[in-house]
């Protein structure tokens, strides 16, 4: 995923972009609201040049509140707000210009990661049309809209941690998720009781909910040394 950041605290800067990077990100750094303006002027007549927008509210150059509203008018690109406040009016005001999240200074990585995952799942559940609301798993089928798990015509009932691993799996077909991309799918429903053992747990679970033969598993796949593949 393609990351703007506009943060002017170079030890904060630094630190996210090399863990974002870290995570499978592209990210531009842009330490004051002018470069973040010559950033996304590049992408006038084109598709936006983003797909997500990291901004401190308090710059040297102005107001994080400004880009927001600049960024708002010209895409349809979602916006996190890095800020050292958290009183309600500042919050409120962020919301009101078209924010889609904030996270209040000092955070942790994990924590970040959970807000982008969640900002990301509801612009693309917002921008998904009818075909989208179900997702095929091999011959498991997720109802997104009504958070309903069938196998052929039979009702698959799973914990919402179960489901949210499922999601996660279903919208990675063919790809290879680590351990840690799979917390950080789940992250936002569970906190700090999902760790590396539970998920071993969840993931054992789902196989014998969903395969023919969990013991030989076809739909989530183990690939060693890496982590799991979802898809026949």
């Not at 308090?58 to 800020?83: M, N």
């Not at 612009?123 to 498991?140: E, F, M, T």
Request: aromatic share 6%.
């Amino acid at each position: 995923m393609k990351l703007l950041l506009v943060e002017d605290d170079q030890t904060i800067a630094a630190g996210l972009e090399y863990s974002l990077s870290q995570e499978g990100h592209a990210v531009t750094v842009c330490p004051l609201l002018r470069s973040a303006r010559e950033a996304l002027a590049a992408a006038e007549g084109k598709e936006p040049p983003f797909d997500l927008i990291l901004l401190d509210l308090t710059l040297p150059d102005g107001s994080g509140y400004e880009l927001c509203r600049e960024v708002k008018a010209r895409f349809d690109i979602p916006v996190i707000f890095l800020t050292a406040y958290d009183d309600e009016v500042n919050v409120v005001m962020g919301l009101d210009m078209g924010a889609d999240d904030y996270i209040t200074k000092p955070f942790r990585l994990r924590e970040l990661l959970s807000r982008i995952n969640s900002v990301m799942r509801r612009y693309s559940k917002n921008g998904a049309g009818p075909a989208k609301s179900v997702l095929q798993l091999g011959p498991v089928r997720i109802h997104t809209l009504e958070a309903k798990v069938y196998k052929q015509d039979q009702e698959i009932l799973l914990t919402p941690l179960e489901y949210r691993l499922l999601l996660t799996f279903a919208a990675h077909t063919g790809q290879v998720l680590t351990r840690a991309q799979l917390l950080e799918g789940i992250w936002d429903l569970a906190g700090d009781f999902v760790n590396d053992n539970t998920l071993t747990v969840y993931i054992k679970r789902l196989r014998e909910k969903l395969e023919e033969d969990p013991g030989n598993p076809v739909l989530i796949q183990t690939v060693r040394g890496l982590g799991y593949r979802a898809g026949e």
